[in-house]
């Protein structure tokens, strides 16, 4: 499983953001979350998700509101699961609280850490022993060159205007450059242009990527030999 757990930035001297981000996400991927999202420690937020993609969509979200250091953690979650995210537990927890610690001091606010108890390096990817062993199939890359990719991304849209958010907004609304271009009061060519100078066809390739790899390193994570 996914873990997000999100601090916020300068919070000493900023309101607490934490329930209005919160809501902002239920309204975005809601019943895509495990467990409902919870405000743990003061200023910080924890999400718990299945699947790799509302992960990635999940820090997109909280890097474009621009107020959060967000640690991502991979790997096992104890069940049965208990009625809150604060109350739960596991390898994915820990790490996230590894991941945000190094988060605060990264350049796109963004780490991501593996169950620490899982070891998927040492040997050449798709022969350690260790791997071998548990069953579990090495990944494609570790959990250094995925975060190394989505920080990339990262970085890539946070330099991005404001102009282009508006014209990639409207876009992935199901807009035409043309209708765009009408509601903006712009030309349809400067629409193109702001959505060129926006990268936004190199974000939309990228994103489906990063999902698998994210996979990858989960299923080398978590997975276990069958005949055990």
């Known amino acids: 499983m996914f873990v997000i757990t999100a601090d916020q930035i300068g919070s000493r001297n900023d309101r607490d953001r934490a329930g209005e981000m919160i809501a902002e996400l239920v309204a975005a991927f809601g019943p895509a979350f495990t467990l409902p999202p919870d405000q743990t420690a003061g200023d910080e937020i924890q999400l718990l998700l299945p699947d790799a993609a509302t992960a990635l969509a999940a820090v997109l979200a909280l890097q474009r509101a621009g107020h959060w250091s967000i640690g991502l953690g991979i790997g096992d979650v104890r069940t049965p699961l208990p009625d809150t995210t604060r109350q739960a537990s596991g390898g994915a ?34 022969d350690s022993a260790g791997d071998r062993a548990s069953g579990r199939a090495a990944p494609l890359l570790d959990a250094d060159g995925v975060e190394s990719l989505i920080t990339t991304l990262l970085l890539l849209r946070q330099r991005r205007s404001k102009e282009g958010w508006a014209a990639i907004d409207l876009l992935a609304s199901g807009m035409s450059q043309v209708d765009i271009a009408a509601e903006l009061g712009i030309s349809a060519a400067a629409v193109s242009q702001r959505i060129r100078s926006a990268l936004w066809r190199v974000d939309q390739a990228a994103q489906p ?5 994210l996979e990858n390193l989960e299923h080398a994570t978590t997975e276990t030999d069958p005949a055990a």
């Open 209 to 213: 990527a990063l999902v698998r790899l």
């Open 93 to 126: 927890f820990v790490a996230a609280r590894a991941a945000v610690t190094r988060a605060k001091k990264a350049e796109a606010r963004f780490s991501l850490e593996v169950d620490p108890a899982v070891d998927l390096a040492g040997d050449p990817v798709g």
